[in-house]
């Protein structure tokens, strides 16, 4: 038999996938307002975009259990960036090009079509792998054939994927930009350019990011964005050693700001590597292509080789809310877009020291005028959860082992060092948290995995602080749509 790994998913699995998705949803872990599979495992963001009047979300799915299988594209759309409507697999993998997945990849509206540049994860018969990079067009109901756009480089190894499609105006050029790794196994980003964006892309050459020619032995998921005349270029590198406080979890998602020339091949940093995120699972994040004059990222909480307590419910993966991004201090800044606001209802204020609440899931928290110390600990059925420790500058966020079963089990720990905290904003769904410092200056996410249906919060503040939670409102679309 062959493996369910190897399993394509394609329209007449509708009745095996939706009688799934019934059981997938009684699932104490489902969440409420972040993006999830309808049925199995779900990880990169993909083709996020603006198109015909709406955003435009895909992500890689594998619907059949709760491991990375032969992906596929499924696609969402949005009018607010929150509420995201389920349309179905927009890409489903071949048995050519993507014989063995659908890779990540971005979108661009391009005329009247959008452009989805993905990567054909091809492999031959003796399991060798031979990337492409694709181009499909979307018209808004109908997806084209898929043309080879880039076939394999030779001069790199077979990790090649992930094209983010840049338009620079000014050039008048198209700029594919792919992941990549060279033979001496190091990470880097290839680039390709044409004056057309369907046709004609040829190799320019290796990015030159000096100070990063030997950092990590690949780069998943690149990305480029502009703002106040600075380049800011993402990706998300693999095989950085753990730096103290930074590079804690298995692979870092970051960017490097500064100056870009792809004429040049050249990237002229004026930051370190700053990671997008100080939590546990954060992985794969990508930036939308629109024509506003604003930045917004979404990731996938989670992380490659990792396994999480919602296997067992066959299912795994949930994005993060999207955020708008904001250039300050020479840092990026993340903050979930204002549309949430939306969600909120049963506002509720408090001053207090010390405290203890009772908190129910989906729930948003804002503290206002910490001062030297404040430390939170959530608590399921008595037993501590997660603890976020403000002190002596320090921030300490502490998650318990990764499952509601084993509740004395380890801790795992994540530290922000050197840090002024006057305000936190916390967002809590049934499995995952995201907490703002300083209205985005760090942002930490992780899933969580609790037992019971409300929580307990304990406050322990060095001074009075301002408090105010919001119930929020289920925001996502349950129609199985395949
Ligand atoms: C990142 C990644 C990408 C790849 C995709 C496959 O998580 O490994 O590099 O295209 O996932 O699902």
């Given amino acids: ?48 975009s603006y198109y015909k009047g709406k955003w435009q979300l895909f992500y890689q799915w594998f619907p059949f259990d709760a491991i990375h299988g032969t992906k596929s594209w499924y696609h969402t759309v949005s009018d607010d960036l929150v509420h995201f409507e389920n349309k179905g697999v927009g890409i489903y993998p071949n048995a050519y090009e993507d014989n063995h997945g659908a890779y990540s990849g971005s979108a661009l509206q391009v005329g009247d079509d959008l452009f989805i540049y993905y990567t054909g994860n091809n492999r031959d018969e003796e399991y060798t792998r031979h990337p492409k990079q694709m181009l499909v067009k979307y018209d808004g109901e109908k997806y084209s054939e898929k043309e080879i756009l880039i076939d394999t480089h030779p001069d790199y190894t077979e990790h090649q994927r992930d094209p983010k499609i840049v338009y620079d105006e000014k050039l008048g050029k198209y700029y594919i930009i792919i992941g990549a790794q060279t033979k001496d196994k190091i990470g880097c980003i290839l680039v390709y350019e ?35 005349d600075k380049d800011i270029l993402l ?71 990792t396994n999480y307590p919602t296997e067992t419910d066959k299912w795994s993966g ?78 300490i966020f502490t998650r318990k082992s990764f499952s509601s079963e084993d509740i004395d089990g380890d801790f795992e720990k994540r530290y922000i ?22 209205e985005g200056e760090y942002s930490l996410t992780s899933r969580y995995f609790k037992k019971n249906d409300s929580i307990n919060l304990i406050v322990n503040s060095s001074n009075i602080i301002k408090v105010k939670t919001w119930d929020l409102d289920d925001c996502i679309d349950e129609s199985f749509v395949l």
């Fill in 417 to 438: 060092k050197n840090i002024d905290i006057s305000k936190l904003n916390i967002f809590i769904d049934t499995s995952s948290i995201e907490i703002f410092i300083n």
């Fill in 1 to 48: 038999m062959k493996k369910i790994k190897y399993r394509k998913v394609s329209s007449s699995d509708f009745e095996e996938l939706n009688l799934l998705n019934k059981e997938i949803n009684k699932s104490k872990y489902r969440q409420k307002f972040h993006m999830q599979p309808l049925t199995g495992l779900l990880n990169d963001p993909n083709g996020f």
């Fill in 194 to 228: 044409s004056t057309s964006p369907d046709k004609d892309f040829t190799f320019k050459g290796k990015l030159k990011v000096k100070g990063f020619e030997d950092f990590g032995y690949m780069w998943e998921c690149p990305d480029l964005i502009s703002m106040d």
């Fill in 318 to 395: 949930s994005l993060t809310m999207v955020r708008e991004l904001k250039l300050k201090n020479n840092k990026l800044y993340q903050y979930p877009v204002e549309a949430y606001k939306n969600l909120r209802k049963n506002e509720k204020t408090y001053e207090y020291e010390n405290t203890r609440l009772e908190i129910y899931v989906p729930m948003e928290m804002e503290i206002k005028d910490i001062q030297d110390k404040l430390i939170l600990t959530l608590l399921d059925d008595g037993k501590a959860l997660m603890e976020l420790k403000y002190e002596n500058n320090e921030f």
């Fill in 235 to 305: 990706f998300s590198p693999q095989g950085l050693e753990t730096k103290g406080e930074y590079f804690n979890n298995i692979y870092q998602n970051g960017y490097i700001i500064g100056k870009i020339d792809l004429e040049k091949l050249e990237f002229i940093p004026e930051s370190d590597f700053i990671e997008l995120d100080r939590g546990f699972d954060f992985y794969a994040s990508q930036t939308a292509n629109h024509p506003f004059d604003r930045e917004y990222l979404v990731a996938w909480m989670g992380l490659p080789d």
